[in-house]
């Protein structure tokens, strides 16, 4: 089947301590994206990755990190969490060769919540 | 920032209706403009685009109109089902930018 992966989905965590969101597609997809989610703020674009060792920011990139070591994986980094960054995160996927980048599968989200 | 926003955050209809969601943007040099449903609890999906070179477009039960004079899209969906009962958010993008911009949703509720 067809999907986009996250883990957890659901992390409940300290202040300051490290943290790492996986994401993994299996489409093949060039595309990845990270996005926080607040209520009234819809979604919000964190990081993207048009491919692999290529990646790039979004609009909200600070207290992030991401890599993209293989196709298939973009792992969203927190090195000090900050309960601002309290949120509901979806990764996305999608094909970028055929112009099709805005056609983006997302992953099921994983909800964060930073004490 | 961008800004892509929506008229109304709830919009409530009888279920065999149409139904119409409205989305206004701010870039006059967006490119694409792209419809996501999310259903309770999940990752949104993928409706519709449409390229700023269309006024209109229409896929299965749903249609988009792009008004760029008032920089204005709007999503119609046709024969409104309880299945339709989600967000929708209306994104932005533009051709090789790779960035998006998604308003913050207009909840329908499809009344039985």
């Known amino acids: 089947e067809a999907q986009v992966t996250q883990n957890p989905r659901y992390l409940i965590t300290v202040t300051g301590k490290k943290l790492t969101v996986t994401c993994s597609q299996n489409?093949?997809?060039?595309?990845m994206s990270w996005y926080r989610q607040d209520p009234g703020l819809g979604l919000r674009q964190i990081y993207y990755?048009?491919?692999?060792?290529?990646?790039d920011k979004g609009d909200v990139p600070e207290g992030y990190k991401v890599s993209r070591k293989e196709k298939r994986n973009f792992p969203l980094i927190l090195e000090s969490p900050s309960p601002n960054q309290t949120s509901l995160y979806f990764c996305?996927?999608?094909?970028?060769?055929?112009?099709?980048?805005?056609?983006?599968?997302f992953g099921p989200g994983t909800r964060l919540t930073v004490t | 920032g961008e800004s892509v926003g929506l008229h109304l955050p709830t919009l409530s209809v009888q279920e065999g209706d149409n139904s119409i969601i409205n989305c206004a943007y701010s870039?006059?040099?967006?490119?694409?403009f792209i419809w996501y449903k999310q259903e309770s609890g999940k990752g949104p999906q993928f409706i519709i685009d449409?390229?700023?070179?269309?006024d209109k477009r229409q896929g299965q039960r749903v249609t988009v109109l792009l008004n760029k004079t008032v920089k204005h899209l709007s999503l119609q969906i046709a024969a409104t089902q309880p299945g339709d009962s989600a967000v929708y958010f209306c994104?932005?993008?533009?051709?090789?930018?790779?960035?998006?911009?998604f308003g913050s949703g207009t909840k329908l509720n499809v009344k039985p």
């Open positions: 996305a996927s999608s094909l970028a060769l055929s112009g099709r980048v805005y056609e983006q599968y």
């Open positions: 489409m093949n997809h060039e595309y």
């Open positions: 990755s048009m491919n692999v060792e290529v990646t």
């Open positions: 870039n006059s040099a967006s490119d694409y």
């Open positions: 449409i390229r700023s070179n269309m």
């Open positions: 994104a932005e993008t533009r051709r090789n930018f790779n960035k998006f911009y």
